[in-house]
Nanobody
Framework: QVQLVQTGTGLVQAGGSLRLSCAAS????????MGWFRQAPGKEREFVAT????????FYADSVKGRFTISRDNAKNTVYLQMNSLNPEDTAVYYC??????????????????WGQGTQVTISS
């Protein structure tokens, strides 16, 4: 069982930046593909970004490409989501997730095995 604990939340003005962190409680963190998803009120959970187990490859939803960056530090068992140029459409609860699947890229929420508790991100206009 892997526990994912997210940190980093808040209210940010449009155009601002925010970094989310997600720490995993596993000695085999480098074996997991990590992803970030988000869910806005009344909408389905959607893919945001994913990074392969070694960190060599990352993939993004078109809506965040060029603005968000996913990264990981396997020595710290942590994955990050740096979010820049935020706009109100980015307002959502953000979730980190982990999967042992080696599919690349892995953009489907159903393929992820473990989930963080969720972090509210609110962007004001």
């Amino acid at each position: 069982q892997v526990q994912l604990v997210q940190t980093g939340t808040g209210l940010v003005q449009a155009g601002g930046s925010l970094r989310l962190s997600c720490a995993a409680s596993t000695r085999t963190f480098s074996s997991y593909t990590m992803g970030w998803f988000r869910q806005a009120p009344g909408k389905e959970r959607e893919f945001v970004a994913t990074i392969t187990w070694g960190g060599a490859r990352s993939f993004y939803a078109d809506s965040v490409k060029g603005r968000f960056t996913i990264s990981r530090d396997n020595a710290k068992n942590t994955v990050y989501l740096q979010m820049n140029s935020l706009n109100p459409e980015d307002t959502a609860v953000y979730y980190c997730a982990a999967t042992v699947s080696t599919k690349v890229p892995n953009t489907r929420a159903i393929d992820y095995d473990y989930w963080g508790q969720g972090t509210q991100v609110t962007i004001s206009s």
